[in-house]
C-alpha cells in the first residue's frame, strides 16, 4: 500500500476511535482537525526530512549532548569515574543527568524566561488549535515544565478549573515529555527522533482533543493565568528545582527496577504454562496498531511487543528493550517506533498525574482518577497518530 493511502487509513481508524468516546460530538469542528493535520504533515515532513528541519534537529541534539557531558562531570566527581568506564549506564548516563537539566530549567523559570516563552507561544497556539488559552498554555508550560511540576504553575486557578478543561490538561500532560529528561532519551534512541515526536505530539494532542473532547473557544469562562511564576530567592529555588529532579531521577529508577522485575516474572510464568511470554502475547495484540502507523511488517511483532510494553511499564522500559534490538529493526521501523515511544502516556502516568494534582486540590485529583482510563485510551492514540505523521514522511 503506497505510504499516503496507508497514512490516510490510520487517520481514518485513529480518528474513529476518537470519535466513539467523544464527549460531544455535535462540537466537533472538521475544518479545524483538518488545519491541524495539514500543519502536523508539514511539520513532520520539516523535521524528519527537509535539510534544515534536519539541520535544526542536529543542533538541538548537540546542545543536549553537551548538556550531558556536563552533567557527567558531576556524576564523575561524585562517583569516583564510574560514569567513564561505563558502569551503572542507566543510572549515571541516563538518570543523574535530570538532575542537571532541571536545575537549568528552574533558572530559566526563575529569571522569567520560561513564563513569557509559555505565554508567547501559548498564545500563538491558542490562535490555529481552535482551543482556549488555558489549554494552549498548558501543552507549552507541559513540555517545558514536566508531568506533575507543570500543575504547580495552575495551583491559583485549579479550583476553578471546570472538569472538561482539567481532561484536556491531564491528557497534554501524559501525551508529551518534559525537557528534563530529553537528554535521557537521547541516550537511549536516535536524538531526531525525539526532537520531532515533542512537535508531533503536541499537534497530536490538539487533534485527539479536538474528537474526543471538543471544547471550542467561549464554551468555557476565561481563567486569568497570573501566576506562571513564583516568587524565590536564586538560591531557594535551586536548590528546590535541584532536589526536584534527584526526586524524578529515584522516582524512575524505582519504578524501572521493580516494573522489569515484574514483566521477568510474569514472562517466567506464562512461557512456563502456555509455552510463551507475557510481551509476546502482548506483541500479537499490539500487531494490527504497529502495521497500522507503517511499521513493515516484518518489524511489526517485534515493534507491537514494545509498544505494549510501554504501555503497560513506562517509556524507559520500552526504550531498553528497543535499544536490545534497534540493529534487527529497519530505519523506517525504527523511527516510527521511537516516536511512538516518546511520550508519557502510560497507566503509571495516571497516578502521578492524578497524585500532583490532588496534592494541591484533592476534589481535582479525585476529577483526574475518575477519568483514567479515558486519560490512557486518549493519550495512547496521540502516540499512535503522532507516529503514524512520522510514518508518512520516513
Not at 509476546?280 to 507503517?294: D, E, N, Q, S, T
Request: include cysteine; charged fraction near 10%.
Amino acid at each position: 500500500m503506497p505510504p499516503v493511502l496507508h497514512f490516510i487509513l490510520a487517520l481514518a481508524v485513529i480518528f474513529f476511535l476518537a470519535f466513539i468516546f467523544s464527549n460531544d460530538r455535535k462540537k466537533i469542528r472538521p475544518r479545524v482537525i483538518l488545519q491541524l493535520v495539514v500543519i502536523e504533515s508539514l511539520l513532520a515532513w520539516f523535521f524528519l526530512h527537509a535539510t534544515s528541519g534536519l539541520a535544526i534537529v542536529t543542533a538541538v541534539s548537540g546542545f543536549f549532548e553537551n548538556l550531558l557531558t556536563y552533567a557527567a562531570q558531576g556524576s564523575d566527581f561524585v562517583f569516583g569515574g564510574m560514569s567513564k568506564a561505563g558502569l551503572a549506564f542507566i543510572f549515571l548516563g541516563v538518570l543523574c543527568p535530570i538532575i542537571f537539566i532541571s536545575a537549568l530549567i528552574g533558572i530559566l523559570q526563575h529569571l522569567r524566561i520560561l513564563p513569557l516563552l509559555i505565554r508567547i507561544v501559548g498564545t500563538l497556539l491558542s490562535k490555529i488549535n481552535g482551543m482556549g488559552k488555558l489549554e494552549s498554555f498548558n501543552a507549552v508550560s507541559t513540555l517545558i515544565l514536566g508531568q506533575s511540576e507543570n500543575f504547580i504553575a495552575y495551583k491559583g486557578v485549579l479550583a476553578e478549573i471546570s472538569p472538561r478543561r482539567l481532561y484536556s490538561m491531564a491528557a497534554a500532560a501524559m501525551s508529551t515529555v518534559s525537557l528534563s529528561i530529553v537528554g535521557a532519551y537521547m541516550t537511549m534512541i536516535e536524538p531526531k527522533y525525539v526532537v520531532a515526536a515533542l512537535i508531533l505530539n503536541m499537534f497530536s494532542t490538539f487533534i485527539i482533543l479536538s474528537i474526543i473532547n471538543p471544547t471550542p473557544v467561549g464554551d468555557e469562562p476565561d481563567i486569568k493565568l497570573d501566576k506562571l511564576h513564583e516568587d524565590q530567592s536564586f538560591f531557594e529555588m535551586l536548590g528546590e528545582y535541584i532536589l526536584a529532579g534527584f526526586k524524578v531521577a529515584v522516582i524512575i529508577m524505582a519504578m524501572l527496577i521493580g516494573f522489569i522485575a515484574i514483566i521477568a516474572a510474569i514472562n517466567a510464568l506464562f512461557t512456563a504454562i502456555f509455552g510463551i511470554s507475557f510481551q509476546h502475547i502482548l506483541g500479537y495484540v499490539f500487531y494490527p496498531f504497529a502495521w497500522l502507523i507503517g511499521i513493515p511488517a516484518p518489524d511489526a511483532l517485534k515493534a507491537a511487543s514494545i509498544m505494549a510494553t510501554k504501555l503497560v511499564t513506562n517509556e524507559f522500559v520500552a526504550m531498553i528493550d528497543l535499544k536490545k534490538i534497534a540493529t534487527e529493526l529497519s530505519p523506517r521501523g525504527l523511527g516510527i517506533l521511537s516516536v511512538f515511544l516518546v511520550s508519557f502516556a502510560n497507566f503509571a502516568s495516571i497516578g502521578i498525574v492524578a497524585g500532583a494534582i490532588k496534592g494541591l486540590n484533592e476534589n481535582q485529583g479525585n476529577v483526574v482518577s475518575r477519568y483514567a482510563l479515558k486519560l490512557v485510551y486518549g493519550s495512547t492514540l496521540v502516540s499512535l497518530l503522532s507516529a503514524a505523521f512520522a510514518g508518512l514522511v520516513l
